[in-house]
């Protein structure tokens, strides 16, 4: 090889040999015979200056670089694969040694979620030089979640895709095809779902008539039917209560199939009210009416309807007036407490004094309406304990979880958390409890059921709440809430505390005294349980293998209950606790690589095509069979064929040494260079002599 070291700079050779073009030129057009001498030896001195080097380099043959990608997602563990896996890539190794000059670089992909080989193929070419890359080979049953960037590979070495599945191989699934995540209460939710039996590729077997599903909604089983196998079929969910609620689908499995794991479609629907509606009554006008106001007024979700009460029916007797008038507008007894009480979510009686304006019919209602669902709240104040108080209607004091129990005492004290309150999320975590402003009065009474979460200094019962079938009851045996509305004496938590009775008697499921959750935290299971009980049972916990078991818990938080679990192997876990249920999962829930577990070719074909590569099958007649492996050349568009994948024979090397030596003499260039211009001399010289003769 001929390289140059110039003895002048670039720049300054290439004018020297311009300006030397142009002398030669002229010299060659005046005196041709001895110009072309004179523009040999100028040719001479450009080649001095340039110093041309003979070049010398060692080379050292490198080895091609063959990358064996082994599929070890979770999905391989089905049927044996990832023993076929891991005996074709040990013989293919062994086959590539055999071959000599060939380096093996071993990798992986996938995990227990889902399986990336188009981004392990990326890798695989962009962390290799392309030189020496002359082939790459994937075990796989084909499953990916993403799909290789065909551009990027067309023009490295060839990928040849080795299937770990059996051709004969099938499985089942349930597909949810349209799946809403919010839904409102009573509404109802349209669910769709379709159950498909495939083949290798994901063909779809021919049809095997019906299935049998089993629907469960929050763990409990509500319908079990078959079902037509490819066709997609509809549902309603029934929605009765806020929060979540959990809906799964379960198809029987199928003869044969990979796995069941994809037999069960679980969908978590949030839902809520469309607006939250409040009936508040209110007695004769007090300083507290005001904050029962503001409070439900300044929240979006409720749509309010307040009545006020200002003259009972003796006055109104009295001062001849109407029915009509007892109100700032007619009350509308019936309407509210007959034809339109199921519509409402909260019924508030703010200091309501029983005076002829309901008769016994509207609280018979009323005691059925909470019941059947639904909720009332009594803010006492002294009125509980007279003659007028809603406590001696007899077709309703049975829902009420306290009676009165003499009149109301009139001592300052400071409300506080009861042990059962501080185990409740009602009245848990309240903030600041131990600088709350004093309060005036409050009503003494008999607890008969219920759970109480304050009392005054005397342990008096200040805040009851209650089930009552499928309602809720509170009772708050004092009317100066206002009294930290206005921050007397420092005032408290007035507002968060009214929110979260009002919402727990609505049943907001963040507020649930009894509850169970599953979730993850840094790879573990974590189960709470919250109870304002002093223990809680044993949780039956269900793994994602089915495999059943029974799990302690421990207290932490009061109330709180909890168990956690490290490394759970990942996948959807189910609960069971006092008659409580929770779904949970470790990782996605339903990941997917359990999705779609059939062996296909198709997520990689496009890739091996446009790399010149071939799809092969490991499985034959029973035993592991590996393609066998040729040198092709770069340039043969064909790499691969029945029965044989080709490797890239690249001829790549390394230049280990080079040395460099002058290609003439410096003294040998500089005698050219006077040889020439002697020569020059000397036919000029006869030129002139022939002149003078003539």
Known sequence: MIAFSPLLPTPLAFALAFLGAIAAAVAIWKRPASGALRALAFAALLALIANPQIRRAERTALADIAVIVTDVSASQSLDGRDEVAANAAAAL??????????????????????????????????????????????????????????????????????????????????????????????????????????????????????????????????????????????????????????????????????????????????????????????????????????????????????????????????????????????????????EKLTEFDLVIFDRFADRGVLNPFHFDNLARYVEGGGAVLVASGPEFAGPYSIANQRNFSFVLPAAPQGGAVETPFRPRISATGARHPVTARLPERDFWGRWIRITPAAVRSGAVLMTDGEDRPLLILDRVGEGRVGLIQSDHVWLWARGFDGGGPHAELLRRIAHWLMKEPDLEEESLFLHEDSGALVIERRTIAETAAPVRLVAPTGAESDVALKEGAPGVFTARIPGAPRGLYRARSDGLFAIGSVGLAAPPEFENVVSDRRPLQPAAAASGGGVFDLRRDGAVSIPDIRRVRARDAAKAGAGWAGLVDRRAYETTAISEKPAAAPLLWLATIGALLLGAWLVEGRAGRFRRRA
């Open 93 to 338: 190794e062994a086959r590539l040694a055999d071959l000599g000059g060939v380096e093996v670089i071993r990798a992986e992909a996938g995990d227990g979620e889902e399986t990336r080989l188009g981004e392990a193929l990326s890798r695989a070419v962009s962390d290799n030089p392309r030189a020496r890359l002359s082939g790459a080979f994937v075990i796989t049953d084909g499953q990916s979640t993403d799909r290789p960037a065909v551009d990027q590979l067309k023009d490295a070495a060839p990928i040849h895709v080795l299937l770990t599945g059996r051709k004969d191989e099938s499985d089942r699934k349930i597909t949810l095809i349209k799946a809403p995540r919010y839904g409102i209460v009573r509404e109802g939710a349209d669910v769709s779902f379709r159950i498909d039996d495939l083949g290798p590729d994901g063909a779809a077997l021919p049809a095997r008539g019906d299935a049998v599903i089993t629907l469960r909604v929050d763990g409990e089983e509500v319908l079990r039917q078959p079902v037509a196998v490819g066709a997609e079929v509809g549902f309603t969910a029934p929605l009765g209560r806020p929060g979540q609620s959990i809906i799964e689908l379960e198809v029987e499995g199928a003869a044969g199939e990979l796995s069941v794991r994809n037999n069960i479609a679980v969908l978590p629907i949030t839902v809520i009210r469309a607006r939250l509606r409040v009936l508040l009554i209110s007695g004769e006008p007090h300083p507290g009416e005001r904050a029962w106001r503001n409070l439900l007024k300044s929240d979006p979700a409720i749509d309010l309807v307040h009545f006020t009460i200002l003259r009972p029916i003796e006055k109104a007797q009295n001062d001849n007036a109407l029915e009509s008038e007892l109100a700032l507008i007619e009350f509308p007894q019936d309407e509210l407490f007959i």
